[in-house]
């Protein structure tokens, strides 16, 4: 596994601390963070110096909706000081570090979860007995048996190289480049000469000190040990277990190292049933024969495509059930169109981590590397994830729709068992691309993607009942999933059916152009060129541009009404303006806007490009760099549907952009008919399932 | 045929039940059973299996008896010790014809009598019905020997509004010379057509579509008594001051499950009853009066689930 050292400045989270600050013990600051803050107390100890409290990414959002959850980065990583002496990382300190943040945090009791510790979560348990309630040991480090790596990691040499090695040991599970990414990312935080003065500090991982602390252990312990760990050894785990009075031991088969990071669900839920959660005063189940039919619809809130088509395809659904209920679990901007229907949003949502303010934050002016936000999404996709669980858990669904739920389809796959309802999945796209300025680490990093999805519906055919692609096979690139991997047209339609696009409205409805224009105040004379990003904040970047040759294009087209949409995230009085150009933050029924205009300039997106060919109405489309799906997939199809006109946002100066303006608008346009029955074709398909 | 279905709730069709001639095949038979002579009336229990905690499976109405937690018995026995008898007055056990011997101190008396025969301290206590009455005696008189306290739709005196059930009872002794619907709940009736109260009685109880077998079975036990034994039996329960007070006394965690569309006893006394024991209600929706045999599944993985809880809340020391 080739990994990039260089990894980019951390930026969305699935949840940010409620509270923290820091402790100082001997003139050394320790970084803590409070979140959450009911039921039991829970402290995520820091593992050693390698890594910081990020470790707990996957932990954090979940438990902190149950738990007040603790954490703090240990001296010599992350926000905590880096001490010159080798005695000030003796292990005791961080026994007095976790004890000085549970004063500091005014929490009496917790219970301890530790990732490969060599004994202060132990001997916190022992001689401060009264402060921990229960104990949770993941791939505890401690010499109580034998292991065959136990020298590897003794000498720091070249201190990347050595994070890289230890990290691909400490994940050996295939696919697990991400969790490898983040490790060695901790990892460089700090430097050799600390890691080397925590190599040479006082550990008492010895055998006879270990067996000692171990005997004295009194709380409610929970082993949990993966049969691949590499770094501490699959047997310690068995014996660490046995020493403990009290204690349960959880072994995960194929599991490497780190455990809470590769398989999170499962390990949140065992842990969370472990803590306990209070349970509910008042519990509601309603027997098999006396439930109404119920779907649990899971939209996708990157851009506003995917929400358009949904409702068309639950309108179709319910047609076909009239007895069905349908809640979302959806969030911002997909909510917004849902209330204004009256759709019932699960209130669950609420809970859900924002993916489209990820999203923004992934963007650099007209650029999004939507491949690397995926992956960097991964935290909020699990915070996400366990949310849907909970849902899931507590009430009874026939059936859940996923349409690009990447959190839903990803990990059911990972933890197939929780399946308990028919599933479908949508989507408009397959197959990760790699951009060709990402090189052969990019390349490797899609095929690694690719491979995990067709080895997840090798080995798990049973968990979508429906695979529905939104187009049709001639839709799909003609691109392959990587070296030694299919075609991706190939393994689509095998494993897709293919409902044809789903634009989401009616299209013989706007057919009277004269009409809506005349509606919307557009004179027969004007020449309408609507320019529009969307919902999203990306976009100001390419507003301004096209801001900038307004005057040339008016200069060339003088019947030019150009409007400027700037949506519900980009402020209009951070643009610039130009004499007799309009700039509106929001347009009521912008759909009627695109099928009355004469031309429009966009993003690369799926959804208003294809809204706008089913209008046949001339754009310019401007793809985001780096965005794999709207450079490859979007344009792919496009080009077969003969619709819009590419533009590169780098290559095009104003006075290009107004040269293209003069070219296109008005133009008649030859695009091949967007199918119109896509959303009953896919509603059909759904429909057998309840 | 449709005169009769008019008469019962609207729901309910009366099926035409036949008697089994004996006890059909259990899933497991009492590696122990015996009976133990309580001042001259015979208690047959039985135990199954072994493991903490001791479960105590107590009779209802001596309507039926304890083949009515034959859906619990199979799962519980493989993890647990598990305790059932027949109430006074069906089953193996005596059929006394002193009303006194009938009162719910009497049944709770049995019970703790049966868990010292057994050699058992302390016990997780599941009362349905009727039988939480005795449940309630045996928690808040005796919280030491009651680890945890499960109340399936709880017949108890409460300030909500009693069901049909206890409206009709409290005419059991007037002729009203009327065997149909809850008048049947009368002296005189079981007298003059005791198996026709039965089998009412039970479509009552069983108001989910497809409950033919739950009936039957019900019915069948009905029979092995009669109306002379029910009618002696038929004493007052304990008062709404005294389930107050028991329930105040209750040390151990407590939960109720209780089906929203139960005909025998209102949901809001199941309701009453979680708040009084300071405990969890389980609200079953489209359940009726007996969900452990109605919805076995359901209600043993919430009696699992709760039996867990007990550990861990000892464990912890609470939160």
């Known amino acids: 596994v080739r990994l990039t050292s260089r990894e980019p400045l951390e930026r969305t989270r699935a949840r940010y601390p409620d509270g923290g600050g820091y402790i100082e013990r001997d003139g050394i600051r320790i970084a803590w963070d ?27 959002p979940f438990l902190a909706r149950t738990f007040t959850v603790l954490t703090f980065d240990p001296r010599g990583n992350g926000r905590s000081d880096r001490p010159s002496a080798v005695a000030a990382y003796n292990r005791a300190e961080r026994t007095r570090d976790a004890l000085a943040v549970l004063d500091a945090a005014g ?183 006396s439930r109404r039919k119920r779907a649990l619809y899971v939209s996708s809130p990157i851009g506003l495509g995917h929400v358009r088509r949904d409702v068309a395809i639950a309108d179709r659904l319910r047609e076909l059930h009239p007895d069905l209920l349908i809640d979302w679990l959806a969030q911002d901007p997909v909510t917004a169109v849902l209330e204004r229907r009256g759709e019932r949003i699960h209130p669950a949502s609420a809970q859900l981590a924002s993916e489209s303010a990820h999203m923004q934050a992934e963007s650099i002016g007209h650029e999004l590397h ?32 996923g349409d690009e739920a990447w959190d839903v389809d990803y990990y059911l796959h990972e933890n197939p068992e929780l399946k308990s309802a028919a599933y479908v999945w949508l989507t408009d796209f397959v197959g990760f691309l790699p951009m060709p300025d990402g090189g052969h680490h990019e390349a490797f990093l899609t095929a690694d993607y690719n491979a995990e999805m067709i080895e997840h519906i090798a080995r798990y055919p049973r968990v979508r009942d429906r695979a529905i692609f939104i187009g049709d096979p001639e839709d799909i690139v003609p691109d392959s999933f990587g070296p030694g991997l299919p075609p991706i047209r190939d393994w ?148 077969r549907y003969r619709a819009g006109r590419r533009m590169d946002y780098d290559g095009s100066p104003p006075e290009a952009i107004a040269q293209a303006i003069a070219q296109e608008i008005g133009r008649t346009v030859n695009y091949r008919p967007v199918d119109a029955d896509g959303a009953a074709r896919a509603a059909t398909a759904i429909a057998e399932l309840l | 045929m449709e005169d009769r279905q008019r008469r019962v709730a609207p729901a309910v069709t009366v099926v035409a039940l036949s008697s089994p001639p004996r006890e059909q095949t259990r899933a497991v038979y009492p590696d122990q059973e015996a009976i133990l002579d309580r001042a001259g009336v015979p208690v047959r229990w039985e135990s199954y299996g072994r493991g903490d905690p001791a479960i105590l499976f107590l009779p209802t109405w001596s309507i039926i008896h304890s083949r009515c937690w034959k859906q619990q018995i199979p799962d519980f026995a ?20 002193d009303p006194a011997a009938y009162g719910e101190d009497e049944f709770a008396g049995d019970g703790l009598a049966v ?81 026709g109260f039965v089998v009412f009685f039970f479509s009552q109880v069983f108001s989910e579509p497809h409950s033919t077998k739950q009936i039957e079975d019900c019915v069948s036990w009905g029979l092995e008594t009669d109306a002379q034994t029910l009618i002696t039996a038929e004493v007052p329960g304990i008062n709404a001051a005294r389930v107050r007070e028991l329930c105040a006394r209750v040390r151990c965690p407590a939960l109720v499950i209780h089906g929203d569309e139960d005909a025998i006893v209102p949901h809001a006394i199941g309701v009453q009853a979680a708040k009084l024991t300071r405990g969890r209600i389980l609200s079953f929706e489209g359940s009726g009066h007996c969900v452990q045999a109605r919805d076995p599944v359901r209600v043993n993985l919430a009696l699992r689930e709760f039996i867990a809880s007990l550990a861990k809340a000892e464990e912890r020391g609470g939160l």
């Open chain 1, 107 to 289: 929490v009496r009791r917790v219970t301890v979860v530790s990732w490969c510790e060599p004994g202060d979560d132990l001997a916190l348990a022992v001689e401060h007995a009264d402060r921990v309630e229960a104990l949770v040991l993941i791939a505890p480090d401690l010499l109580v048996s034998e292991t065959p790596n136990e020298d590897r990691y003794q000498r720091v040499g070249d201190w990347p190289g050595f994070a890289r090695a230890f990290f691909a040991d400490a994940f050996p599970e295939p696919h697990s480049t991400k969790q490898i990414e983040d490790g060695v990312g901790w990892a460089l935080e700090t430097d050799a000469d600390v890691i080397q003065r925590g190599l040479e500090a006082t550990w008492d991982n010895e055998e006879p000190h270990a067996r000692d602390l171990l005997a004295r252990v009194r709380c409610p312990t929970l082993v949990i040990q993966g049969s691949e760990d590499r770094i501490a050894g699959a047997a310690r785990g068995p014996v660490v277990a046995a020493a403990i009075a009290d204690s349960v031991l959880m072994e995960l088969e194929g599991s490497g190292h780190g455990p809470h990071l590769r398989d999170p669900v499962r390990f949140n839920v065992v842990l969370r049933e472990f803590v306990e959660a209070p349970a509910p005063r008042e519990v509601r189940w309603t027997r098999a024969r």
């Open chain 1, 34 to 60: 409070r979140y959450g803050s009911g039921g039991r107390a829970i402290l995520l100890m820091p593992t050693w110096e390698i890594a910081y409290s990020r470790v707990w990414k996957c932990q954090v």
């Open chain 2, 115 to 195: 868990m010292d025969a057994a050699g058992v301290e302390q016990t997780v206590v599941v009362g349905l019905s009727l039988g939480a009455q005795r449940a309630l005696v045996i928690a808040g008189e005796h919280p030491e020997r009651v680890r945890g306290l499960v109340l399936i739709g709880p017949l108890l005196a409460a300030d909500e509004q009693p069901g049909a059930e206890r409206e009709a009872a409290s005419r059991f002794t007037t002729d009203l010379s009327v065997d149909e619907g809850w008048d049947r709940y009368n002296a005189h009736s079981w007298r003059r057509d005791y198996r």
């Open chain 1, 492 to 639: 689509t339609e095998e494993h897709f059916s293919f409902a044809g696009y789903i634009t989401g409205f009616n299209a013989a409805e706007l057919a009277d152009r004269a009409a809506i224009r005349e509606e919307l105040g557009y004179r027969a004379d004007e020449q309408v060129c609507l320019v529009t990003v969307g919902g999203s904040g990306v976009g100001a970047p390419l507003l301004r541009r096209v801001i900038d040759s307004f005057g040339a294009a008016k200069q060339l087209v003088p019947q030019l009404r150009m409007i400027i949409v700037a949506g519900p995230r980009i402020d209009p009085s951070t643009l610039p303006t130009a004499e007799g150009l309009e700039i509106r933050t929001y347009v009521h029924d912008l759909y009627m806007h695109l099928a009355a205009c004469d031309l429009a300039i966009i993003q690369g997106g799926l959804a208003t490009a294809m809204e706008l060919t089913a209008h046949r109405r001339p754009f310019i489309y401007f793809p985001l760099k780096h965005h794999f799906e709207q450079n490859f997939h979007v344009h792919h199809r496009l080009n």
């Open chain 1, 370 to 401: 939507c491949f690397q936000a995926l992956r960097r999404m991964d935290e909020i996709l699990l915070s996400n994830f366990m949310v849907f669980y909970d849902v899931v858990q507590a009430e009874q669904y026939d059936l859940w729709i």
């Open chain 2, 78 to 97: 493989r993890r647990h010790r598990v305790l059932t008898f027949d109430p006074r007055g069906n089953g193996g056990s005596g059929r006394p014809g």
